[in-house]
């Protein structure tokens, strides 16, 4: 064994599992050396959850990055010979329609990010997997690409290993665990182990169930739990004696049941000739904190496996045995049965990049198997290039608020997405119950007077809806069509298109206080803004101005949109409640790195906003401001920044919309915003829910929205955002900027696109959620560019005003033309569709009340 090094560029804790070893592989790959691997345990790890996963892997996510790794991770191990591409079935039994309509809508999915995953009959998943009974099931998702990892991921974690040894640029230590991170002004330093201490550049942590405790000693938490998944066995089953095989037959999903099944091959294979069931507890999940995890030497099985008693999963098991009677037949193998912990989180994605309190501190946690080899390409290529090819927004560490990573927050929200895990299907706009109320508007008891319809985003309460105004829908009968498909109408509330329809008509206030809110100041904050912001923000003529802006990456992409406030003294950075905290993070970090002296804090509990729109707005306004006049179209230009005074409060108003109409955002202490809103209430203008603003009436009117619409696969061209000159000052992505401007055209536009018919087969009106693919009504095939991107809608909704169904979604440009034909797929049904727009088009313009056709 190698002596233990005191200096690395790089150390792993964890190199034992999958998500370890694959980030040592790739970070080789990308031309990193001097690296240091520790675990714990042995390498490959005798202790993690690689040690006793499941190793299938199924391509079936409903997002894109998540597809790419699987899909990514499925390559990388069949290229090593380490997978058997052997099929996999999601049954839908007879009665679930709700299983069988997530299975259709899977499909959806699958042609948006490219799998190959259709729907079958019954008869068919019988002919596929024998074992089912027939009658049990109405139909089946079928994923030729799915598979196992041969003969198991912990092989191949321990190949991974020692191909990175060959090479000399890694160095492996097992039973080896960590004590101490070393930090020296805000940055990692090296790592404190029972051998000795390394004194590092950068420490990834991949300590899977242990990477809470690995965070702790960086004084900062991780928003994941271990929880106990049971697995149990029967056997034998001697079906592939002598084939040698490791599977014999597709895997079977049967998450109906919250459950899964598969043969375990030959008896001289590694699992030995047996039925493989697994299950997740849906009610009461079993969390563990990883500080309770045993040691080694005090646990009866491993650390991460522990006892499993039958009676817990008798109820599925024996709604297993209905649907595959083999279960009954064989006897149960008590003595390897247990419940495996792995991992679930807050939100349901992993925690990945940067640490938030120690520069050079990486974590890599809470990836599963399937998904192992592509997310350590996806860490590899952050921390050589600052930039993954698809965008990271939804695994960045970064995007958490601080009250997210409390700890009972983590145990509330994972207990929830524990239980979710396979059953039952998640609405694209579900929202959780756990982890509620933690942030409120001043003027929140107003709205829970009106009825508000509330959901949450960033923590805040946000009414979409107040059944104080259901009056409306008599009104607007005519404009405000009944859902009558409940998966079209869940968590979505009627009411909140006839407020739209009577903000247009008047005026409505709607409530902005999950606005994200930095403040940027010190003497060289106009550098830091000027570098990140493609717009101009420095210049005496930019004082007292509001300025939409991005900030690019290095290959020219749009990492994030909001508003800059340009102030005499500081900026303040107007951001959405998702995007806020990861832009926050970014600026410390690229203040830090060019040595500028600014100050960058979070006063977004300090602030509230409320948005007045409509034609009547300003007269509305005028009636509770000091100074009617001030508010003239002459002295009150827009994109400006005024003080005013409402109710003897002080009031920042911004003349701005992001819903079309005319009005403003007016922005106050958090402590004067109840007085403006009862204020502007007494005036008798109406509250209108966020759902206008969010979602129909910004789609009405052709506006992006980030983390949707807009994201690092695409530029500012693509999104038809670009400013009419570059500004001479030099900002982060400028050149590659330039190089897309001077294209003849981009591969792809942002379009606006409208459904013509929305009656599904069964002569229903449907008004999609979620995501579609965007297809060629010739082929049948997904659109695709010249750069391989797939085209699906980036946003929907239907928009009142107009009558129909509204998206967004970026096209490849031989289809970018206005009236252009296409076909969407929802559940699995096509619906017609045209071009309604190329780049930013409004489909309504308030101003002169008249929808384009």
């Known amino acids: 064994m190698s002596a233990f090094p005191e200096r690395a560029k790089v150390v792993i804790v964890g190199l034992g599992g999958i998500v370890g070893a694959s980030v040592a592989h790739h970070l080789i790959e990308r031309g990193w050396d001097d690296i240091v691997g520790i675990d714990k345990s042995g390498i490959p790890t005798d202790i993690g959850s690689t040690a006793h996963a499941s190793d299938f892997c199924y391509c079936t996510s409903h997002d894109l990055l998540s597809t790419w790794c699987t899909m990514y991770s499925v390559d990388f191990y069949e290229k090593m010979g380490h997978y058997s ?3 996999g079935l999601e049954v839908a039994r007879v009665g679930d329609d709700e299983r069988m309509a997530e299975l259709k809508r899977r499909v959806d999915s699958g042609r948006a990010f490219g799998t190959n995953v259709k729907i079958i009959s019954a008869a068919e998943a019988k002919e596929k997997f024998p074992l089912l009974e027939e009658d049990q099931i109405q139909g089946a998702m079928w994923d030729p690409d799915a598979g196992l990892v041969v003969p198991r991921s912990q092989t191949v974690a321990g190949k991974l290993v020692d191909n990175a040894v060959k090479t000399g640029r890694l ?46 000693l960086a004084g900062e938490d991780l928003p994941v739990m271990p929880v106990d998944h049971p697995l149990t066995f029967f056997g034998p089953y001697d079906e592939f004696a002598g084939t040698g095989l490791e599977i014999g037959r597709p895997l079977l999903r049967d ?72 279960l009954a037949e064989l006897g149960f193998n008590e003595s390897h049965s247990f419940n495996g912990l792995l991992q679930t989180t807050t939100d349901g994605a992993p925690s990945m990049g940067e640490s938030r309190k120690l520069r050079g501190l990486w974590y890599a946690v809470a990836i599963w198997v399937k998904d192992g080899p592509g997310m350590g390409k996806l860490l590899a290529d952050w921390m050589t290039d600052g930039r993954t090819h698809i965008d990271h927004a939804g695994i960045d560490y970064a995007r958490f608020n601080d009250f997210q990573l409390n700890e009972d927050y983590i145990y509330g929200r994972c207990e929830e997405t524990a239980a979710k895990i396979y059953n039952p299907p998640v609405h694209p706009r579900e929202p959780f119950g756990n982890a509620r109320g933690i942030r409120r508007s001043p003027f929140y008891e107003r709205e829970v007077e009106l009825g508000g319809h509330f959901m949450e985003l960033g923590g805040w309460e946000r009414a979409h809806g107040y059944a104080a105004n259901n009056h409306l829908l008599e009104k607007y009968a005519d404009q405000v069509p009944l859902r009558e498909n409940e998966w079209d109408s869940r968590h ?9 329809l009577e903000m247009s008509a008047d005026c409505g206030i709607i409530n902005l206080s999950h606005f994200h809110m930095t403040d940027i100041s010190g003497p060289d904050h106009l550098a830091l803004m000027e570098w990140l912001c493609a717009a101009k923000i420095g210049g005496d003529g930019n004082i007292g101005k509001g300025i939409y802006t991005h900030m690019l990456d290095d290959e020219g992409m749009v990492r994030a949109d909001f508003t800059v406030f340009r102030m005499e003294d500081r900026c303040r950075l107007v951001n959405g409640a998702d995007a806020g905290p990861r832009d926050l993070q970014y600026m410390r970090r690229v203040a830090q790195d060019r040595g500028l002296d600014v100050t960058i804090r979070d006063v977004s509990e300090d602030y509230t906003t409320i948005g007045i729109w409509g034609p009547n707005a300003r007269k509305n306004l005028q009636k509770v401001v000091e100074d009617p006049e001030a508010l003239s179209v002459e002295n009150f230009p827009f994109a400006a920044i005024r003080q005013i005074r409402i109710a003897g409060k002080t009031v920042t108003a911004f003349r701005i919309s992001y819903v079309g109409e005319q009005g403003w955002e007016l922005h106050m202490a958090y402590e004067d915003g109840l007085a403006v809103w009862d204020a502007l209430r007494e005036t008798g203008v109406i509250a209108v829910g966020v759902e206008t603003y969010a979602n ?30 570059v500004k001479e000052a030099d900002f982060r992505g400028k050149a590659k900027h330039l190089e897309y401007r001077a294209r003849e055209h981009q591969p792809a536009m942002l379009c606006t696109l409208v459904m013509t ?26 659109l695709i560019d010249e750069l391989g991107r797939r085209s699906y809608t980036s946003s929907i909704a239907y928009g009142p005003s107009i009558g129909k169904n509204i998206a967004l979604a970026y096209l490849p440009w031989d289809y970018c033309q206005v009236g252009r034909k296409l076909n969407l797929s929802y559940f699995d049904e096509i619906y017609p569709a045209e071009v309604a727009g190329v780049g930013y088009a409004p489909l309504y313009d308030p101003q002169n009340l008249k929808p384009r056709s």
């Not at 009436?697 to 400013?723: G, V």
């Open 255 to 326: 998450q109906g049941n919250s459950a899964y099944l598969r043969d375990t091959g030959d008896p001289k294979s590694t699992e030995g000739g047996q039925i493989e069931w697994g299950y997740y507890y849906e009610k009461n999940p079993r969390l563990v904190h990883p500080r309770e995890i045993l040691e080694k030497d005090q646990a009866r099985l491993s650390p991460s496996q522990r006892d499993l008693e039958l009676d817990d999963v008798i109820e599925p098991l024996e709604r297993a045995m209905e649907l595959t009677p083999i």
């Open 757 to 782: 018919d929305n009656t599904d087969s069964q002569g229903v009106a449907r008004y999609p959620v979620g995501t579609l693919p965007v297809m060629d009504p010739e082929t049948g095939e997904t």
């Open 171 to 216: 160095k492996a230590f097992a039973n080896t665990p960590a004590l101490e991170l070393l930090q020296e002004n805000g940055r990692v330093t090296g790592v404190r182990t029972s051998r000795g201490t390394i004194h590092a550049d950068h420490v990834v942590v991949c300590a899977g169930l242990w990477g809470r405790l690995i965070a702790e």
């Open 85 to 87: 591409r052997i099929g």
């Open 696 to 725: 129909s009436r910004r789609l009405e009117k052709s506006l992006r929205l980030q983390n949707a619409d807009l994201h690092t696969q695409y530029n500012l061209y693509e999104a038809d955002l670009a400013r009419p000159k």
């Open 492 to 500: 979505f509330w009627r009411v909140s298109n006839a407020e739209q």
